[in-house]
């Protein structure tokens, strides 16, 4: 057993996980790694479904474990923007292989997302 910050792991990968694992997490760092700094409103445009509250506890819980950070562009009105951190980056060949399968499949099925990408923002 690994005890890191009072939890116990059972490997690397149980760690690695807890970091960066459920679906917000990963798009949250997927998108900084490839637009490097978002706002709280372009993240909430940008990943429909997430809610407010839950917005707010994955970005708090990244930027707590260190991966990203945050600067504040302006105080009225109040406006942050987040960034990743150099740990934050080297997640970058993680997101970029994780990218490049989920194209993979999609195109197994026939669906073209480097043709539609412009859908995404």
């Not at 490097?36 to 509250?53: A, D, V």
């Not at 997640?91 to 970029?96: D, F, H, I, Q, R």
Request: net charge positive.
């Amino acid at each position: 057993m690994i005890l890191l910050n009072g939890k116990n792991y059972t490997c690397p990968v149980d760690v690695t996980l807890d970091l960066i694992g459920g679906k917000w997490k990963i798009l949250i760092l997927f998108h900084l790694h490839y637009f490097t700094r978002k706002g709280y409103s372009e993240f909430r445009k940008n990943l429909p479904g997430i809610s407010e509250k839950m917005l707010s506890q994955q970005l708090k819980e990244l930027e707590r474990d260190q991966l990203i950070s945050k600067e504040q562009i302006s105080v009225k009105p109040n406006r942050v923007e987040y960034f990743l951190t150099e740990r934050g980056k080297s997640l970058g060949p993680l997101c970029e292989f994780i990218s490049a399968w989920g194209i993979g499949y999609l195109k197994e099925y026939n669906i073209d997302y480097i043709k539609d990408q412009h859908l995404y923002k």
